[in-house]
């Protein structure tokens, strides 16, 4: 299948590492120009010269605090001045804190606005205007299975990662017109270092073992293993290409069958 990426102007945000990452590294191999930008410069570094290597294609980087509005303006702007407008925008940011209710103070509760959900409205806004230049674009956002199903122990992401969808399905509407589409794709247990150091913390203080911990959890999926990174990229590539033509506000789980409802 021709996903139809081919120069087309893409950017990813968190994409040192991880999910971002190899979601980067998905679209440079069907031909896209992209663009990722993470706070760690060396972490960027070190992905930029993984891609071309892998890919053969040089992909640009741009040092971005996803909490800072002025830096996500500029990396945008940017993006979009060097490779000729933006098609393709990926949102993305690292989980907050674990916990529960009574551990979030509001310093708490207000990071976790600015990083998993005021920094995807401000993505978005400042993407939207070169889309719509362009004739239109597509958006991912990357989230957490938790907008389908609250996860114990991590109310932060459950309610702000469940914004995110709450957005997604409203811009859809408003975007439609202008040939933009956005949808959300949601990561069950991918084998990443996030899950590794929730599952540490989850061990700690069970008293128990990464290992004991992470057997029990591939109990609850049917296909009986994590998913790799390059998988759920394969689904963020498609639904932020232009073989995709009518999906849009949906959430599509990316989890090997570990939620149960409808």
């Known amino acids: 299948m021709n996903l139809g990426l081919s120069d087309k102007s893409v950017f990813v945000a968190a994409a040192s590492k991880g999910l971002g990452k190899a979601s980067a590294l998905a679209f440079a191999q069907e ?3 992209v663009t990722i930008a993470s706070r760690n410069e060396e972490q960027l570094t070190s992905a930029r010269e993984e891609i071309l290597a892998a890919t ?3 992909v640009n980087t741009l040092r971005m605090d996803v909490t800072d509005e002025e830096e996500i ?3 945008i702007k940017a993006t979009a001045d060097s490779q000729g407008g933006l098609d393709v925008l990926v949102t993305n940011a690292g989980g907050p804190p674990g916990g529960n209710f009574a551990d979030m103070r509001d310093e708490d509760w207000q990071r976790g606005f600015e990083l998993n959900l005021l920094s995807v409205i401000r993505m978005i806004r400042e993407a939207v205007p070169y ?5 239109g674009g597509r958006i991912v956002n990357l989230a957490s299975t938790s907008i389908k199903q609250p996860i114990a122990g991590l109310i932060l992401s459950n309610v702000f990662r469940a914004g995110v969808q709450s957005l997604a399905k409203t811009l859809a509407e ?3 017109k202008d040939g933009i589409l956005i949808n959300t794709i949601a990561p069950g247990r ?6 590794t150091e929730l ?3 989850r061990a700690a203080n069970k008293g128990t073992s990464l290992e004991s911990i992470q057997a029990e959890a ?9 998913g790799t990174p390059e998988e759920f990229a394969r689904m963020v590539t498609f639904y932020g290409s232009f073989a995709n033509t009518y999906v849009t506000g949906q959430s599509i789980m990316v989890d090997g069958g570990m939620l149960r409802g409808l």
């Not at 889309?131 to 004739?135: H, I, L, N, T, V």
């Not at 991918?190 to 899950?195: E, L, M, N, Q």
């Not at 591939?218 to 994590?226: E, K, N, T």
């Open 31 to 33: 031909g896209a120009r």
């Open 56 to 58: 053969g294609h040089k």
């Open 73 to 75: 303006r500029r990396a």
């Open 131 to 135: 889309m719509k230049s362009a004739g």
């Open 174 to 176: 408003d975007l439609a």
């Open 190 to 195: 991918i084998a990443t270092d996030r899950i």
């Open 199 to 201: 599952d540490s913390a």
């Open 218 to 226: 591939v109990q609850a999926i049917p296909l009986g293993r994590m």
